[in-house]
Every structure is written in C-alpha cells, then in structure tokens.
C-alpha cells in the first residue's frame, strides 16, 4: 500500500497554475518533516519544496521561489503545492515525500505514485 496519495496534477497552460494535494493513507505523517520532489523526462528527480512538522518553516528550489508554495493541514493530515505562474520546465512528475529528515539531496524513505504536471506553451 502506498503510504502517500498524490492528486491535482494535469495540464495548463503556461502562467496557469495548479495545485497538488498529498494525503496519508494507512499511516499518519504528523509529526514527519514533508516534501515534493519532481521529476522531468530524461532528468533526475529534483527537490522542489519542504515544510517543517509544524508548518512552521519552508524551504523552496530556487527554480520555484516565489511562485510555489507548499503548506500542510494537520487536521486532515496533507500538504499541499500551489503552484502559480507555471512555466513549460515546470512539466514533471511530482511526488510527495515524507521522512524524520529531508534536504535537498537526501529525501525521506516514504513516497507517493507521483502525478504528472504538463505545461504547455
């Protein structure tokens, strides 16, 4: 069973936006550090954003700053990545992640299917 479910991706338009949601299922991740990761065709998985087991504090690629931002309601145990202004290097697919500790080379051991963002230009 796949501990965390991913949904909202799709296709946009460039300057649109989406935003994913990333659920716990079967388990709970309050109290984990969580994260999104992505990865495009031929490339490797790069990190995109992280929020700390409070909500508290964010850390965010470059590439996003400014344009993404992810949150987290513990009530309902998910977190989520508005995404704004998209731009077509933005097309990936984006997987949550969870885990005690996550930076940008080292992700958590827990992940999601992972949902397909596509920017068209």
């Known amino acids: 069973q796949v501990p965390l479910v991913e949904s909202g991706g799709g296709l946009v338009q460039a300057g649109g936006s989406l935003r994913l949601s990333c659920a716990a299922s079967?388990?709970?991740?309050?109290?984990?550090?969580m994260g999104w990761f992505r990865q495009a065709p031929g490339k490797e998985r790069e990190f995109v954003a992280k929020?700390?087991?409070?909500?508290?504090?964010?850390v965010y690629a470059d590439s996003v700053k400014g344009r993404f931002t992810i949150s987290r309601d513990t009530a309902k145990d998910t977190v989520y990545l508005q995404m704004n202004n998209l731009k077509p290097e933005d097309t990936a697919v984006y997987y949550c992640n969870a885990g005690s500790l996550i930076s940008t080379m080292s992700p958590g051991p827990y992940w999601g299917q992972g949902t397909q963002v596509t920017v068209s230009s």
């Open positions: 929020i700390s087991r409070s909500g508290g504090s964010t």
């Open positions: 079967g388990r709970t991740f309050i109290g984990y550090v």
